[in-house]
């Protein structure tokens, strides 16, 4: 916690209802950067840092008053207003429920999904390039490796905040040029998955592949720029690219057609859809929020996982 003498500033973050902040929470949980955020006692907590400013963001929710309150200490307190922006797509809380279950209620095999989580959201990113960084340390791999991997990562190129009272987020997320030269050997990743994740942190630092430009939302036209920028990287897919497109970029209509759990969820519910193609045209029907398609059916196999676990 912040000592009396650490600037503070709140942020209140409205949204329109319902919101589901446990899922939320539970997504980013999960996936947690390890010393870079965590999740504790109803809150999101990371390091951020903003125009060369450090400090510790924490986002909790204000229900009563529909909105996500954000706690900023230490001297990135300064950029409060300028935050609030990134913050609330962050937490996608420009959503539209109303439209959302427009659009996927009428199809009859999102209604129940909709039933049991009416204010589902899509988790977004502090940055696209965090993002893809996650996504190929994650290829081929479990989420709990993943997690594990990157913490490591943070570990080898990130840099440790002085004096930070809270050990989960003492670390700021390796910038670009630092994890392009940082040496990641014996790091718990193949070589060329190394040289992927390098050769991208290098293509970002050098201004090759901008992917975090400013000016969101993003067009159309700028959304499919920024495609092609990153699949033409080595080391990145399709689905890699649709899932920053989902999370970082705010595509409401990003569909990872490839998603082993996406493709099983659509042939679960009919048999005859088996290929890829046949998929991405079902897919269709849920236009312009496949996005959200997408967030329930991988919410379905989490909620699952949790009820058989007795959480």
């Known amino acids: 916690m912040p000592n009396a003498a650490t600037p503070i500033a709140i942020v209140h973050l409205p949204y329109q209802p319902p919101f589901d902040w446990p899922r939320m929470l539970r997504f980013f949980s999960g996936r947690a950067t390890l010393g ?3 999740v504790e006692h109803g809150a999101y907590l990371r390091a951020i840092e903003w125009e060369g400013d450090a ?3 924490a986002v909790t929710q204000d229900a009563a008053r529909h909105s996500l309150v954000a706690t900023l200490s230490g001297a990135v307190s ?3 207003d300028a935050l609030a922006a990134p913050l609330s797509r962050m937490f996608d809380l420009h ?4 439209a959302i279950k427009k659009v996927l209620g009428a199809d009859p095999w999102f209604k129940p999904l909709l039933k049991a989580a009416p204010g589902l959201r899509v988790p977004g990113a502090w940055s696209a390039f965090e993002l893809v960084v996650r996504t190929i340390v994650g290829q081929q791999v479990s989420v709990k490796a993943a997690t594990t991997i990157v913490g490591r990562v943070v570990q080898r190129a990130g840099r440790r905040i002085p004096g930070h009272p809270h050990e989960h987020t003492a670390w700021r997320f390796p910038t ?7 040496d990641l050997s014996a790091i718990g990743m193949p070589g060329k998955r190394v040289q992927a994740l390098q050769g991208f942190a290098r293509a970002v630092a050098d201004g090759v592949a901008v992917i975090d430009p400013p000016g969101q939302p993003y067009t159309s036209g700028q959304l499919a720029e920024l ?6 990287l080595p080391g990145i897919g399709p689905w890699t690219v649709e899932y920053v497109a989902m999370r970082a970029w705010r595509d409401t209509d990003g569909w990872p057609a490839t998603d082993l759990v996406l493709m099983q969820a659509i042939t679960a519910r009919d048999p005859m859809l088996l290929k890829p193609a046949q998929q991405k045209q079902r897919s269709q029907a849920w236009s312009p929020c496949r996005a959200y398609a997408a967030q329930h059916l991988w919410n379905e196999i989490a909620d699952r996982a949790q009820g058989e676990r007795g959480g």
């Open 227 to 232: 495609r092609t920028t990153l699949l033409a």
């Open 78 to 80: 300064r950029h409060a």
């Open 95 to 98: 959503a539209d429920p109303a």
């Open 176 to 182: 670009p040029a630092a994890l392009a030269d940082a």
């Open 55 to 57: 400090g510790t963001l």
């Open 36 to 38: 870079v955020e965590a």
